[in-house]
């Protein structure tokens, strides 16, 4: 089958949760089906890495594009009923090349990552054929619920924005689940958060996986300085990784250090904003930046925290620390969408206090420590197999079966 794949970024390098969930889901299509990619680049050291796509896709049509003038040409959204993210990701350069390349290599079905990817096959000048083709979205999370929540976080003269985009963005999401054949989601919290009135009959979960192989215990990692240590993983200009480690660092770490002033806490992820490296002029709060492997800070934690209060989706970093083997903390948003027993596990904490308490009592319990890394390792190996989450795609685009339309 000749698919065209539509990805909001280029799925490479794989260093954030959507870029490693379309980079899996790219790998696994490429194995049964011609795969052609579209999608934006966001950013310009990105494009060393088209290369690394080669093996998987018969041919890539991209478009550079500024985040900063894009957001500035999306404004104008706030002024009627469209949502500021679907005007952020559309491009009519890209949409020309991906236009061509419909025509050119006669594509047979369409699958795209993220609601904003959508717009590409309504304002297509080949609308009407498209809309004949089996047509899948992965929306991975519902995105209108995340605004929502910075909406609940913010100062009035920033939630107003936020609220409309919710609004909005919620209807596409709607659109987007009337005309798709199927729309698939990360985990059943999400399912189940989606906009309006009853669950889609077409909506589908489709879980995301880990690497055992790379985020394997057996990892020899290079030594770090010895000491109980935290470390939290993630880039480090989203905003909810922002939020997360601000309040960490001002109101749980106090807390901790009161019984072990020792403990280091590392925030080891790319893009760190300034209130991020603004919490590194605490001696023991170490901002690393990018990192080479992030694997060397995963094996060397003591304990890997995510205390995330704006949370959405499958949290990728818990994933990773899972099967690395380490015990994890977790808040109760940051763990909804993962498939794991509390306690046995993982560890979810709902509050400062409760998070501090626990982190103080692993800490000083190395047993406990191994035993839950042990059970960590053995949920991912049940519940987040790429190959097997995966599954669900051969079922939505058949292998040589190129014609026949795909029931909802």
């Given at each position: 089958?000749?698919?065209?794949?539509?990805?909001?970024?280029?799925?490479?390098?794989?260093?954030?949760?959507?870029?490693?969930?379309?980079?899996?889901?790219?790998?696994?299509?490429?194995?049964?089906?011609?795969?052609?990619?579209?999608?934006?680049v966001?950013?310009a050291?990105?494009?060393?890495?088209?290369?690394a796509?080669r093996?998987?896709?018969?041919?890539?049509?991209?478009?550079?594009?500024?985040?900063?003038?894009?957001?500035?040409?999306?404004?104008?959204?706030?002024?009627?009923?469209?949502?500021?993210?679907?005007?952020?990701?559309?491009?009519?350069?890209?949409?020309?090349?991906?236009?061509?390349?419909?025509?050119?290599?006669?594509?047979?079905?369409?699958?795209?990552?993220?609601?904003?990817?959508?717009?590409?096959?309504?304002?297509?000048?080949?609308?009407?054929?498209?809309?004949?083709?089996?047509?899948?979205m992965?929306?991975?999370?519902?995105?209108?619920?995340?605004?929502?929540?910075?909406?609940?976080?913010?100062?009035?003269?920033?939630?107003?924005?936020?609220?409309?985009?919710?609004?909005?963005?919620?209807?596409?999401?709607?659109?987007?689940?009337?005309?798709?054949?199927?729309?698939?989601?990360?985990?059943?919290?999400?399912?189940?958060?989606?906009?309006?009135?009853?669950?889609?009959?077409?909506?589908?979960?489709?879980?995301?996986?880990?690497?055992l192989?790379?985020?394997?215990?057996?990892?020899?990692?290079?030594?770090?300085?010895?000491?109980?240590?935290?470390?939290?993983?993630?880039?480090?200009?989203?905003?909810?990784?922002v939020?997360?480690?601000?309040?960490?660092a001002?109101?749980?770490?106090?807390?901790i250090?009161?019984?072990?002033?020792?403990?280091?806490?590392?925030?080891v992820?790319?893009?760190?904003?300034?209130?991020?490296r603004?919490?590194?002029?605490?001696?023991?709060?170490?901002?690393?930046?990018?990192v080479?492997?992030?694997?060397?800070?995963?094996?060397n934690?003591?304990?890997?925290?995510?205390?995330?209060?704006?949370a959405?989706?499958?949290?990728?970093?818990?994933?990773?620390?899972?099967?690395?083997?380490?015990?994890?903390?977790?808040?109760?948003?940051?763990?909804?969408?993962v498939?794991?027993?509390?306690?046995?596990d993982?560890?979810?904490?709902?509050?400062?206090?409760?998070?501090?308490a626990?982190?103080?009592?692993?800490?000083?319990?190395?047993?406990?420590?191994?035993?839950?890394?042990?059970?960590?390792?053995?949920?991912?190996?049940?519940?987040?197999?790429?190959?097997?989450?995966?599954?669900?795609?051969d079922e939505?685009?058949?292998?040589?079966?190129?014609?026949?339309?795909?029931?909802?």
């Amino acid at each position: 089958m000749r698919l065209l794949f539509l990805s909001h970024r280029l799925p490479y390098p794989p260093h954030k949760g959507e870029k490693i969930r379309a980079l899996n889901i790219l790998k696994h299509l490429a194995m049964r089906h011609e795969v052609h990619l579209g999608c934006l680049v966001d950013e310009a050291q990105d494009l060393a890495h088209l290369g690394a796509l080669r093996p998987y896709a018969r041919s890539i049509a991209y478009q550079r594009v500024l985040p900063l003038a894009r957001k500035a040409l999306a404004l104008p959204a706030l002024l009627g009923a469209r949502s500021i993210s679907v005007e952020c990701f559309y491009s009519r350069a890209l949409q020309r090349k991906l236009d061509d390349l419909i025509e050119r290599e006669r594509i047979e079905a369409l699958l795209c990552s993220s609601s904003p990817m959508a717009e590409y096959l309504y304002r297509s000048r080949h609308a009407a054929r498209l809309a004949g083709l089996p047509r899948v979205m992965d929306l991975i999370d519902v995105d209108s619920l995340k605004w929502h929540q910075y909406a609940q976080h913010s100062a009035p003269w920033v939630a107003w924005i936020y609220r409309h985009e919710a609004r909005h963005l919620g209807a596409y999401e709607r659109r987007i689940a009337a005309s798709f054949d199927r729309v698939l989601v990360a985990s059943v919290r999400e399912r189940d958060c989606f906009p309006g009135p009853g669950c889609p009959a077409n909506l589908t979960v489709m879980g995301n996986g880990v690497d055992l192989d790379y985020f394997s215990p057996q990892y020899r990692a290079r030594q770090m300085p010895a000491g109980p240590s935290l470390v939290f993983t993630g880039v480090m200009d989203y905003r909810p990784n922002v939020d997360a480690m601000c309040w960490f660092a001002e109101q749980i770490l106090p807390l901790i250090r009161r019984a072990r002033p020792e403990v280091r806490l590392y925030i080891v992820g790319n893009r760190p904003s300034g209130a991020v490296r603004g919490l590194a002029k605490d001696t023991g709060i170490i901002v690393t930046g990018f990192v080479d492997d992030v694997r060397d800070y995963l094996a060397n934690a003591s304990i890997c925290i995510a205390p995330l209060r704006i949370a959405r989706g499958v949290q990728n970093k818990i994933l990773e620390a899972m099967a690395m083997g380490r015990p994890v903390i977790a808040s109760r948003g940051a763990f909804e969408g993962v498939q794991a027993l509390p306690g046995r596990d993982l560890l979810v904490a709902d509050d400062e206090a409760q998070f501090a308490a626990a982190t103080i009592e692993l800490l000083g319990d190395a047993g406990r420590r191994e035993a839950l890394g042990v059970s960590a390792r053995r949920c991912v190996e049940r519940a987040y197999s790429w190959q097997e989450n995966l599954r669900v795609l051969d079922e939505l685009f058949p292998p040589g079966n190129r014609q026949e339309r795909m029931s909802a």
